[in-house]
């Protein structure tokens, strides 16, 4: 999971561009256990989780266990630092396959998986955008802004063309990659045939004597890449994950023809309050994801192996709705609900999508948990985008009424239709598009605060991801932000955690700073359990470490701007444990 591959891809034909300005370099060793870490003691910018540990709670004792929902991609139960803090539902007897509890979920021991069945499990699906233009194609690809349409025939022809403008801009960004990874894969592959090695050394890579220029870029960018990577193998591994991760995307989350849902799933898609499907099989075909955001929140602080996670007590209850794609809003719905009925106080959702289909649906398992006091946690997403700008589901806003009214009065200019760009020579023929082409760039829309009034849920908090060292590089440069919308940033960069088959990997994402926030929320309630969820969102937001100075980001034009922290956050810094606890002492 390299979220700069895209970046990696263009290295070399930024002839004179060094990467490095703009970005965090991955060269460089950290710490295992960084983000728990205090900037003023280790210098590194953690959260101050042993620092809390040490300081207030050595002589204190949890006063109950929290369980925290992951509802993500799946989680590997056998995991040696994850098997002591998983959630089991007591009630239940493994492998009767009886539904004991009564529940509606049969054997359902660490959790609920909603996108499989006895067929076997959905590991694959489109982007929502796909599956919406799959629905909106046959109505208005013959329709001309001259067609009669009423209002509403008018509202979806509107978001039909900014579908097809993007799915044109995705899909020419998807194959734009995949062919610069093909290129690269095929060079690995040959260094490697005939040195007769499964995985060739950089020495290889240099001695190998390039059929033509292409083979040579290929080579500047595996000598480039090994270095921002810091390593051979680290660029390696990422090349291999990102083949795959665009092979799938091409082949199945773009891919209009692809629908198997109703197949492995066999629940009827369009019943939004079906609530018993599924099976129990938590982990599926890909547990990468969501095993890594496990041990963030409650990897075994006890066992003497591997990483400490962030919370000492909690249990880690595993829901599976995302798959390689975006995820659907009446699974994400019905995890939530699973959640808050078995007993969650905190869900980690690190999921998101740039559209909806059934967000009523998601609404009001949202104000389910609200009532339920259940407090819920959300990566802002990886495209360093202005999410004051820019849509990003799920989200703690409403489709309401005063939502509605607000949308009439307020519509966005509908982007140009695509038109795919012509053949740009320099970059070596393999159909690259700069990406400093500013030619298409929109102006920046100002943003309408108004809109942040409206009604939303008072138990979210949406989390941005920063990286290790106090300086303007703090920002994660794949982190989106909002001023208004994105309420903390927490470490989401280079960090180590539980992956499938007992192993540990590095991985980045805002995916990875949400449940770095999630397990704070279980560590807080583990202590204060008294707490309601917007009390601990309030002392998460009012602990953080305040950010002074400026911090650097490329913009919605792609200029590097400086900005000071605050004006891409609402707290304006860094979730911080050790005050978070102090602070929470005082909510008594």
Same mark, same amino acid.
């Given at each position: #999971? ?29 710490? /295992? ?34 369980? *925290? ?10 995991? =040696? ?37 006895? &067929? ?48 044109? &801009? ?15 894969? %095929? ?61 799938? #995307? ?28 599924? +099976? +129990?099989? *938590? ?7 969501? @095993? ?18 962030? /919370? +000492?007590? *909690? ?6 709705? !995302? ?25 980690? #959702? ?5 559209? &909806? ?9 949202? %104000? ?10 959300? /990566? ?24 509605? @009214?607000?949308?009439?009065?307020? &519509? %966005? ?9 012509? =053949? ?7 159909? #690259?598009?700069? =990406?400093?082409?500013? @030619?298409?760039?929109?102006? =920046? ?44 940033? /927490? ?7 539980? !992956? ?69 956050? *609402? ?16 909510? %008594?």
């Amino acid at each position: #999971m390299n979220l700069n591959l895209k970046k990696l891809a263009f290295l070399a034909f930024l002839c004179g561009v060094n990467f490095a300005v703009f970005a965090q370099n991955k060269n460089v060793q950290l710490p /295992a256990n960084w983000f728990n870490l205090d900037l003023t003691e280790n210098g590194y910018f953690g959260i101050s989780t042993e620092k809390a540990y040490r300081d207030l709670l050595k002589d204190k004792k949890p006063k109950q266990e929290i369980v *925290v929902a992951v509802i993500d991609g799946g989680i590997d139960t056998d995991h =040696p630092d994850l098997k002591n803090v998983l959630w089991t539902n007591k009630k239940e007897i493994p492998g009767n396959g009886i539904d004991d509890d009564g529940n509606g979920y049969i054997d359902d021991i660490h959790g609920w998986n909603f996108i499989g069945s006895k &067929k076997g499990n959905l590991e694959f699906d489109n982007l929502e955008l796909v599956r919406l233009l799959r629905i909106y194609t046959p109505k208005y690809q013959s329709t001309t802004n001259l067609t009669p349409l009423d209002s509403a025939q008018k509202e979806e022809f509107r978001l039909y063309k900014k579908m097809v403008g993007d799915f044109g &801009k995705k899909y020419e960004d998807a194959s734009n990659t995949f062919s610069v990874l093909i290129a690269i894969n %095929k060079v690995l592959d040959s260094v490697a045939k005939i040195n007769k090695k499964e995985i060739p050394t950089l020495v290889d890579i240099d001695q190998y004597k390039a059929d033509d220029e292409t083979e040579e870029q290929v080579k500047t960018i595996i000598r480039k890449g090994a270095k921002e990577d810091g390593g051979f193998e680290k660029f390696y591994k990422s090349i291999k994950d990102g083949y795959k991760q665009y092979d799938a #995307m091409l082949k199945y989350n773009l891919n209009p023809k692809y629908d198997v849902r109703a197949d492995l799933v066999g629940d009827d898609y369009s019943d939004a309050n079906q609530r018993n499907y599924g +099976n +129990n099989d *938590v982990k599926g075909p890909d547990a990468f994801h969501g @095993t890594h955001v496990a041990g963030i929140i409650g990897a075994d602080r006890i066992n003497s192996i591997g990483i400490l996670g962030v /919370a +000492n007590s *909690v249990k880690i209850m595993a829901i599976r709705v !995302v798959p390689t794609g975006d995820e659907r809003d009446k699974d994400v719905a019905n995890g939530i609900r699973y959640a808050v009925d078995n007993g969650a106080r905190v869900i980690n #959702m690190s999921f998101g999508k740039s559209y &909806k289909w059934d967000k009523k649906a998601v609404d009001e398992a949202v %104000k389910y948990a609200e009532a339920k006091g259940v407090l819920l946690v959300h /990566a802002a997403g990886n495209d360093n985008q202005d999410n004051d700008l820019e849509e990003n589901y799920p989200n703690k806003f409403f489709d309401s009424k005063e939502a509605e @009214t607000y949308k009439q009065a307020h &519509k %966005k200019a509908v982007k140009p239709d695509f038109t795919p760009p012509k =053949p740009n020579a320099q970059y070596g023929g393999m159909g #690259m598009r700069s =990406p400093y082409d500013r @030619t298409s760039v929109l102006k =920046p829309i100002p943003v309408d605060t108004a809109k942040f009034r409206l009604p939303h849920a008072s138990n979210w908090i949406e989390v941005g991801a920063s990286a290790y060292k106090d300086d303007d590089n703090l920002k994660a440069d794949f982190s989106n932000y909002g001023k208004y919308n994105v309420d903390v940033f /927490a470490p989401g960069f280079l960090i180590r955690s539980t !992956v499938p088959d007992n192993k540990y990997e590095e991985a980045d994402g805002t995916s990875m700073a949400s449940p770095v926030v999630a397990g704070l929320a279980g560590l807080i309630l583990s202590y204060y359990p008294e707490l309601k969820p917007a009390q601990v969102r309030e002392i998460i937001m009012k602990s953080v470490s305040k950010v002074a100075h400026k911090i650097k980001y490329k913009n919605e034009k792609g200029d590097n701007v400086r900005v000071l922290f605050s004006e891409i956050c *609402v707290s304006g810094g860094i979730v911080n444990a050790y005050n978070a606890l102090k602070l929470a002492e005082s909510y %008594k």
